[in-house]
């Protein structure tokens, strides 16, 4: 599946940024393709109607490395996507042809004549550059653009065959000397042992936790959110999309006036089942409004919206929290390690996005070790959970008979234990329930 | 040139080695096997799950579909050109996407509901605003060398993407810009699937491995292999610790992250078709993957253990997806109809 081709890997020199690479095993390797007894074979390549000399396909170029040096075809694929990407080789459409030497014409020169024969084919980072440059030599940008005229009009005096060489190297040159702005995250050749090697001791070294607590803790997921799998146990009132009654999504809308027995059970199963409901983050709050904490939750929810919101307004809202929890004497202070406070300060100066991640983490363990097991151990949260709605069922009215059978032979266990969740419910009590939360919060 | 040989052959004999050790790393934390651990689970008998809803409306293989987040709408994708927004509980189309180029491959609905987002064989993430009178493109996110074949939004302002160009990459949709590139896939990017948090998502690609990335960082944190082809599909298990992968070479696997290994497999002998999607039930016990065999069958992911079929279409089941709320399952196959099941 996929067009695994060679295609994809000729069609666009896209360099990323003047990373130092093994250019040294790059430059071997294209030696190599140039020795006259052991290297690549050659030969005139048809471009359309045009005949280029000295070029060769990217096929040839695939076995022969695989030839060369022992590789599969996936290295060699990626050995010569680099040599692709680094200029070595450069693609002529369809055919490629090898470089030898790059043309010398300046920088602004060649973006003028590229802008001139193709109006708008510059890259985004090309037209910045081109643009600055303008304005930087504005005095000699009307040479610049003579210069590129004359350029372009004795090129149109070669041979066609020449003239697509000549471009070609020229791109590939510039691509090297002047690459496109670096991206925050940088291309790695990784196909190449040296690397691999790096990788696999940074594998080494990871911490591996027991298989045997991993898998316990995807039973124990399943098992404690088998009841809230609709596919698994059905739900209540009724699946809307079976009885065509939205009654459930009704009334478990975001904000609702009480919310479901089970929506509430679900904030016990973990700090972020809490947070991300709506309801539970407001019954949190009124919580820690009582415990004098609340600024932290106020703090959180503030940081969120940095990390999450528009970056016009990441300035001002970082701003705000500053002023709001962190500055010396603020209202709603918050209590930060001063490790971390010292270090979200001096990343206050130049705001980003993530400037306060450090200090959200810290207030949000700070509130799951300690606010949030309390919480749930609370009269608030009990009440909640006993006035909480344990929807009836609906029966449906046209074809009653027709109990939608799930299993068709069900566990004698399974149904013991709704036997006494129902029980459990009908006694209204938050007793039982009370002892099943309570039980294995979700890390 | 034999110096340069020898060169290579040294530096990947010490690779095979650093190879070999990790391998015996995990065998040392390797203590149980899934089987064991899942013993004392109920078993979960025969899943026979009712077809509730066909949705009639592609005239040609429908490729991609995605559930909105408020698990009532839904858009799926076909390569007659257009994109559906159906509210599936009424089975009506809300919203009809005409794209620029037909081939698509992947389709996207922000949390928001406000944007949706498909890419294929024009190698460009189009976003679409599809809250305005009719449907408006935002961005046009041009950059890959090859094909999109997965798109998913992290909020209104930032998407990701996965390519055929072998890479993945972040945009921001305020400047339409990449904000970070993850490259470390020797093969075609399939499939990808973010974390809840948002932190780190995973990646299935042709080289028959899955990767979990930072999402800030850009750096490829674990590497996961053992499938022998493609991975066509990806998903994590929802408490967030496991990676589910679907391949070509007709099974699917449970990666456990902390174990850093394969923990289960999902394979039939019966079964020769290559998976081409998959999704979990809310609460991780079912596996929904379709195959190229027309159907999409069900397995316990704790017992491993196939428990069901889903049979109905005409065609491969291309794209499967469980909206949030786990009502149900939502198949789409090349017959161009897309069935809701539960």
């Known amino acids: 599946m996929g067009p695994k081709s060679c295609c994809c890997l000729f069609t666009g020199v896209g360099a990323c940024g003047g990373e130092q690479m093994s ?23 048809r471009l359309l109607i045009t005949v280029i000399p000295h070029a060769m396909t990217g096929r040839d170029i695939i076995d022969w490395l695989i030839q060369k040096y022992s590789i599969c075809e996936e290295e060699a694929l990626h050995l010569g996507g680099m040599l692709v990407r680094y200029g070595y080789i450069y693609p002529l459409k369809e055919p490629r042809s090898l470089v030898l030497r790059a043309d010398e014409s300046p920088y602004p020169i060649y973006l003028a004549k590229k802008n001139i024969r193709k109006q708008g084919e510059l890259m985004e980072y090309e037209k910045e550059r081109y643009s600055l440059l303008h304005k930087r030599i504005n005095h000699t940008w009307d040479f610049v653009v003579m210069q590129a005229r004359e350029q372009l009009r004795a090129s149109k005096q070669r041979r066609k065959a020449d003239r697509i060489v000549l471009e070609c190297q020229e791109q590939a040159y510039w691509l090297i000397n002047r690459p496109p702005v670096c991206l925050l995250s940088l291309c790695v050749c990784i196909w190449l042992p040296c690397f691999q090697i790096e990788i696999c ?3 080494l070294g990871r911490n591996r936790v027991k298989s045997s607590i991993c898998l316990e803790g995807f039973v124990k997921y399943s098992e404690q959110y088998q009841n809230h799998d609709p596919i698994m146990q059905g739900c209540l009132p009724s699946n809307p999309w079976i009885s065509d009654d939205t009654a459930h999504w009704t009334m478990n809308t975001d904000i609702v006036p009480t919310p479901t027995r089970l929506r509430v059970e679900r904030w016990s199963f973990s700090f ?65 390690d001063s490790k971390t406070m010292d270090k979200t300060l001096e990343g206050i100066k130049r705001p980003h996005r993530f400037v306060m991640d450090d200090a ?68 209204g009590a938050g007793q039982a329930a009370g002892t099943n939360s309570a039980g294995g919060s979700q890390v | 040139m034999a110096a340069e040989k020898a060169e290579m052959d040294a530096l990947k004999k010490e690779c095979d080695a650093l190879r070999t050790q990790i391998e015996a790393a995990r065998k040392a934390v390797n203590d149980s096997s899934m089987s064991a651990a899942s013993g004392g689970a109920t078993a979960v008998g025969r899943v026979q799950l009712k077809l509730r809803k066909t949705l009639k409306g592609h005239l040609a293989k429908i490729y991609a579909m995605h559930w909105s987040a408020d698990s009532r709408q839904m858009v799926s994708a076909s390569q007659d050109g257009k994109l559906l927004v159906w509210d599936t509980f009424t089975g009506n189309k809300l919203v009809a996407v005409p794209l620029k180029s037909a081939w698509v491959m992947s389709v996207a609905f922000a949390p928001s509901g406000n944007l949706v987002a498909s890419g294929g064989l024009d190698n460009i993430c189009t976003v679409y605003n ?62 990808l699937a973010l974390s809840s948090d948002m932190n780190t998502f995973i990646s299935g690609a042709c080289d028959s491995l899955a990767k979990l990335w930072d999402v800030r960082e850009g750096a490829c944190k674990q590497t996961f292999s053992g499938h022998t082809s493609d991975i066509n599909a990806i998903s994590f298990f929802p408490s967030g610790n496991a990676v589910i992968t679907g391949s070509d070479d007709c099974t699917c696997k449970m990666y456990d992250l902390r174990a850093d290994q394969e923990v289960i497999g999902y394979q ?8 081409t999607s998959l999704a979990l039930s809310s609460s991780g016990r079912l596996i929904f993957a379709g195959y190229d065999d027309f159907n999409c069958h069900i397995w ?4 491993g253990e196939k428990v069901g079929v889903l049979s109905g279409h005409d065609n491969r089941v291309s794209c499967t997806g469980v909206p949030a709320d786990g009502m149900g399952v939502c198949t789409g196959s090349w017959d161009s109809f897309l069935k809701l099941w539960n």
């Not at chain 2, 316990?300 to 017992?303: A, C, Q, R, V, Y």
């Open chain 1, 360 to 427: 959200q983490m810290h207030i949000y363990f700070l509130m799951k070790k300690d606010s949030y097991p309390r919480y749930l151990k609370s009269d608030l949260y009990k009440n909640m959970l006993a006035k909480a709605i344990v929807p009836q069922e609906t029966k449906k009215s046209v074809f009653p008979f027709m109990r939608r059978q799930r299993h068709s032979s069900p566990s004698p266990a399974q149904a013991i234990t709704q036997a006494t969740e129902e029980d459990g419910r009908a006694k």
């Open chain 1, 201 to 203: 001791r940074r594998a």
């Open chain 1, 272 to 336: 972020m089942e809490l947070l991300n409901d709506s309801i539970g983050r407001r019954e949190f709050m009124t919580y820690l409004e009582k415990e004098f904490s609340a600024e932290n939750l106020c703090f959180w929810q503030a940081c969120e919206e940095i990390r999450h919101g528009e970056s016009s307004k990441i300035i001002e809202k970082v701003e705000e929290v500053y002023k709001n929890f962190l500055a010396p004497g603020a209202a709603r202070w918050v209590n930060i």
């Open chain 2, 300 to 303: 316990d992911s704790l017992k």
């Open chain 1, 23 to 45: 250019t040294k095993t790059m430059e071997k390797v294209i030696v190599a393709m140039q020795d006259p007894d052991m290297g690549m074979k050659m030969r005139n390549q």
């Open chain 2, 130 to 191: 599809i809250k305005a009178a009719s449907p408006k493109t935002l961005r046009e996110l041009d950059a890959h060398t090859g094909y999109l074949s997965c798109c998913r939004f992290l909020s209104d302002t930032e998407i990701l993407t996965a390519s055929g160009d072998t890479t993945c990459c972040l945009w921001d949709l305020e400047t339409g810009k990449q904000k970070v590139i993850f490259t470390n896939h020797i093969g075609d990017c399939m499939s």
């Open chain 2, 268 to 275: 039939d002998t019966n079964l020769n078709a290559g998976v």
